[in-house]
Every structure is written in C-alpha cells, then in structure tokens.
C-alpha cells in the first residue's frame, strides 16, 4: 500500500513563494505518475500539476503555468512543487496524488485517475 506524505505547507504573502514535498513509501515510487491537486474552501478540488514517473513529461493547470513547477527525485521518493509568485487565490488544502500508470494519460488532470492520496497541507496567501 502506498503512503504518501505532504509538508511544506505554511502562511506566505502574495508574492512570496513555497515548496512542498510529497514523500512516498510502500511502493516503487517511479511506477507511478503523481500529481497535486487543491481545494480552496467551499469549492471543488482541482488539479494543480502533473508529472510522469519518468519526470519526462510535467502537465500545468493554466491557473499555475509559468508560476509552479512539479519536479520528482525518484531516488529521495519525493515529489516537489514550487510555487512562485503567489496570489491570495492559491490559498487551499494541497494533496499529493499518486497513479499506478507511469505515463499521463488524457484524463491526467481528473481525480479518479489517481488511487493514492495524501492527507494535504494548508497553503494560504495573505493579500
């Protein structure tokens, strides 16, 4: 069975920047795409980004591109996102997800696509 923990999470300004981590265990990590998701109070949960077990491929929500980054150390079972330039409409719950497919599938951004999931970490942007 595969755990998967997140850290990192934390109160930052708008502007400022945070990583977080998702560290895996019960599995072999590099077996699985995995992926962050969101959930901002009172709405649905999103997808943030994704990233092939390979790291090969790294899909964005177009909300984030070209503010986070998704990155993966197979070796560490980790995977990382950089969040940059922050705004007050990143504050949520972040979660680590995990898929039994190495590759991103059409459907990457979807929920049921993944079978494991982290408990989530707070990250809120003050204005």
């Known amino acids: 069975q595969v755990q998967l923990v997140e850290s990192g999470g934390g109160l930052v300004q708008a502007g400022g920047s945070l990583r977080l981590s998702c560290a895996a265990s019960?599995?072999?990590?590099?077996?699985?795409?995995m992926a962050w998701f969101r959930q901002a109070p009172g709405k649905e949960r999103e997808v943030v980004a994704a990233i092939s077990g390979s790291a090969g491929v790294a899909n964005y929500a177009d909300s984030v591109k070209g503010r986070f980054t998704i990155s993966r150390d197979n070796a560490q079972n980790t995977v990382y996102l950089q969040m940059n330039s922050l705004k007050p409409d990143d504050t949520a719950v972040y979660y680590c997800?995990?898929?039994?497919?190495?590759?991103?599938?059409?459907?990457?951004?979807?929920?049921?696509?993944?079978?494991?999931w982290g408990q989530g970490t707070q990250v809120t942007v003050s204005s």
């Open positions: 997800a995990g898929d039994r497919s190495r590759v991103l599938g059409g459907r990457w951004y979807q929920e049921s696509e993944y079978e494991y």
């Open positions: 019960g599995g072999t990590f590099s077996y699985y795409a």
